[in-house]
């Protein structure tokens, strides 16, 4: 009992905020219009920091248009969204905290060996939201959720990143 209690305040602890049931709705349904479109978000990303393009070996000083339609590009578009997609997914039910929190901390850890600075987390987030912005129904309630959730994801993130 003990045991679980102590369990618990380290998952409040680790994701101090946990989404709401209405937020976690509003995230899946937005992220359901966008995530098929893999390609597009990868290449709004690198097209609005192309520092972050450079960091990615394959396609590092290499025009976006050439590289936009490969199918390594594809593959590397696939990777990023499916992660948001199995973080959405499990939001919205406390019982996936702990889960949630061990995904984005791997994340932030692999991130940190390739040298990924918060800054460029920091865009990515910014153009990530810009994207999903325009390409949903967005009102402060949407933007509210996805700012909550991101600031979650990314409270994780800049800790293993530390
Ligand atoms: C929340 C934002 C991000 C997510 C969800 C994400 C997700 C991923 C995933 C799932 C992988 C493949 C698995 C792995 O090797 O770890 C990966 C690889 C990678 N990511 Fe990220 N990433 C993010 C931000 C960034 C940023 C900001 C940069 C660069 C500035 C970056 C650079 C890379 C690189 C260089 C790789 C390895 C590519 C390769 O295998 O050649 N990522 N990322």
């Not at 003990?2 to 709705?25: M, Q, R």
């Not at 450079?54 to 499916?82: C, E, M, N, W, Y």
């Not at 912005?133 to 993130?157: Q, T």
Request: hydrophobic content about 50%.
């Amino acid at each position: 009992m003990k045991f679980f209690a102590v369990l618990a305040l380290c998952v409040v602890g680790a994701i101090a905020s946990p989404l709401s049931a209405d937020e976690a709705a509003l995230l899946k349904s937005s992220w359901k219009q966008v995530s098929h479109n893999e390609v597009e978000i990868l290449a709004a990303v690198f097209a609005a920091y192309p520092d972050i393009q450079a960091k990615f070996p394959q396609f590092a000083g290499k025009d976006l248009a050439s590289v936009k339609d490969t199918a390594a590009f594809a593959t590397h578009a696939t990777r990023i969204v499916s992660f948001f997609s199995e973080v959405i997914s499990l939001s919205g039910n406390e019982a996936n905290l702990s889960a949630i929190y061990s995904l984005v901390s791997k994340l932030g850890a692999d991130h940190k060996a390739r040298g990924i600075t918060p800054a460029q987390f920091t865009e990515f987030r910014t153009a990530l939201v810009a994207y999903v912005s325009s390409h949903v129904s967005w009102g402060d309630n949407v933007a509210a959720a996805w700012n909550h959730g991101l600031d979650n994801i990314y409270a994780a993130v800049f800790k293993a990143l530390e």
